[in-house]
């Protein structure tokens, strides 16, 4: 692949899986009971090789579409857009396609201040 494409940008749960609770029909629980069924009710799983197995085979690798707002967040994340971000600048991400780039830049401040850059 690495011989027609710089990069590959794939929807980032195939990167981090978000985790929830189904009941026997496959629909996804309201597992914090606030009526709505959404990301607040998913977890974020453990993650995949994409990341490391796209570096190996020569590839950039970006994901998409990274948002603010609470609901669409991973309850882990604690309602902080940060966290998720953080996360996949961790796991070597190369860029992050997002609808509030001032908060995926703020991240990846965070990111190479704890890096010491
Ligand atoms: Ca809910």
Redesign the pocket.
């Known amino acids: 692949m690495a011989t027609y494409a710089d990069g590959v940008g794939p929807w980032k749960p195939y990167i981090v899986p978000m985790v929830g609770q189904f009941d026997a029909q496959g629909r996804m629980l309201?597992?914090?009971?606030?009526?709505?069924?959404?990301g607040?009710?998913a977890s974020s799983g453990t993650p995949t090789t994409l990341i490391a197995d796209a570096h190996k085979a020569g590839l950039a690798i970006h994901t998409w579409t990274f948002r603010n707002e609470a609901r669409r967040l991973a309850y882990d994340y604690q309602g902080n857009p940060v966290n998720e971000y953080l996360q996949f600048y961790r796991l070597g991400i190369d860029g992050v396609f997002s609808d509030f780039p001032d908060t995926a830049v703020a991240a990846r401040q965070a990111y190479l201040k704890e890096l010491g850059r």
Do not use: A, F
């Open positions: 309201d597992v914090n009971k606030d009526g709505k069924v959404n607040m009710d």
